[in-house]
């Protein structure tokens, strides 16, 4: 089926994205949480210059996780408050930096971590869109609200050349050089383990199971994350099409929990062809190994129709091209999800965002924000580069 085509982040407005904590500061303790607004930076970039300003070492910072660069992001990042440093809620609420607002700050009993995030709220325009192919979209957004989405990797994942997972390959086995930075090692490491995923995903999309359970699935919980083996096919099924339960997939890794019969045959198969030669317990550093749903849903999904462009209304006409209209269309995602996974499912995605050189060009989303990418605490959120830091996660991690 041909997808109809639509443009984002035309602008940074086109694509906010709010994070969601999973618990508020406390108001007490040696740790000062920032909410903090920033348009048009990576994540790294902002922290980067808030903590510049405050005077404040980069390695004491705790983020929960990436959020895009060409889009306007909201999140907590923690610094480091202890007893002496008095006055630095104030200094901090009172920072007056290019595009980064400091929302609020709040002391707390520890540090944020990787992953301390239940999720990611969106707003997102998608312009250019056939007027023709409106009604369709709508009734495919409601499905997926009603049913979900292969819960894919983001191409982003993989770096802005798509090879970091053959990187991660070539030094795991010997065959090149492993990077000095662990954090790039960590990344590369998370992008193999993605494939992994990813290639495992298709195979069930294309046998029609991504979303109904098989004997010997390992299966999530919707509500408390619990897995459990499939041995009641047919009281499993029941039990995912009422969004309860879900299959998982592969995030490779020493520890990670397998599936039985078939669909471990299966996993293995697939996981063979991207990790044959790679000693998975000297890796255990990089990734110990998760499973990940092969279901994403999302919640409170709204569309609205907006102008198309700041020349004219949406649905206006013109001599070159067809007339077309612009949605804005928003929901939430938990952690380590992405929104464009979601948006391709209904369209042919343009990337609108202004091309940049490559020394300066982020193609990141947010949705690597969890600990899911590896099953290590920050494994895979980020790259030795402040550009391709960015591009590991963002979005909907």
């Known amino acids: 089926m041909t997808l109809p085509s639509g443009r984002i982040k035309t602008t940074p407005e086109d694509f906010v994205v709010e994070e969601i904590p999973a618990y508020e500061p406390s108001g007490e303790g040696t740790h000062l949480f920032l909410k903090f607004e920033k348009r048009g930076l990576t994540t790294d970039a902002a922290v980067r210059l808030i903590t510049k300003a405050l005077g404040i070492e980069m390695r004491d910072v705790g983020i929960a996780g990436m959020k895009d660069k060409v889009a306007v992001t909201t ?111 960590r990344f590369h490491f998370s992008a193999l383990q993605s ?27 919707e509500d408390t994350g619990g897995l459990f083996v499939c041995a009641d096919v047919q009281a499993d099924r029941e039990r995912a099409s009422r969004g309860e339960v879900c299959p998982t997939g592969p995030i490779v890794g020493a520890r990670m929990r397998s599936a039985e019969g078939a669909v471990k045959e299966l996993e293995e198969r697939i996981a063979a062809t991207f990790i044959e030669g790679v000693d998975l317990e000297r890796a255990r550093a990089l990734g110990e190994g998760t499973r990940r749903a092969l279901r994403l849903r999302m919640t409170g999904c709204t569309i609205a129709q907006v102008m198309n462009s700041a020349e004219g209304l949406a649905g206006s006409e013109s001599d070159e091209r067809p007339a077309v209209s612009a949605l804005r269309i928003g929901f939430v995602l938990p952690k380590g999800s992405y929104a464009t996974t ?56």
């Open 342 to 397: 979601v948006l391709a499912n209904a369209f042919d995605l343009i990337d609108g965002s202004p091309r940049k050189s490559k020394d300066s060009e982020s193609s990141g989303e947010s949705e690597a924000d969890g600990q899911e990418s590896s099953g290590a605490g920050d494994a895979g959120s980020e790259n030795g580069t402040e550009n391709d830091l960015s591009a590991s996660k963002s979005e909907e991690e």
């Open 75 to 185: 999140q907590w990042v923690s610094v480091p408050a202890p007893p002496k440093a008095v006055g630095l809620e104030e200094r901090a609420k009172a920072l007056t930096l290019d595009n980064i607002r400091v929302l609020d700050a709040k002391r707390h009993v520890n540090k944020l971590k990787t992953g301390h995030l239940r999720g990611n709220r969106f707003d997102i325009v998608i312009r250019d869109i056939a007027n023709d192919a409106i009604a369709g979209v709508l009734e495919a957004m409601e499905r997926f609200g009603r049913e979900g989405v292969p819960n894919a990797f983001g191409t982003q994942r993989f770096g802005r050349e798509g090879d970091n997972a053959d990187r991660a390959r070539a030094w795991l086995t010997g065959k090149e050089r492993a990077p000095n930075d662990p954090r790039l090692r």
């Open 195 to 221: 494939a992994v995923f990813n290639a495992l995903l298709e195979a069930r999309v294309a046998d029609g199971t991504w979303n109904k359970p098989v004997l010997g699935d390992l299966l999530k919980k």
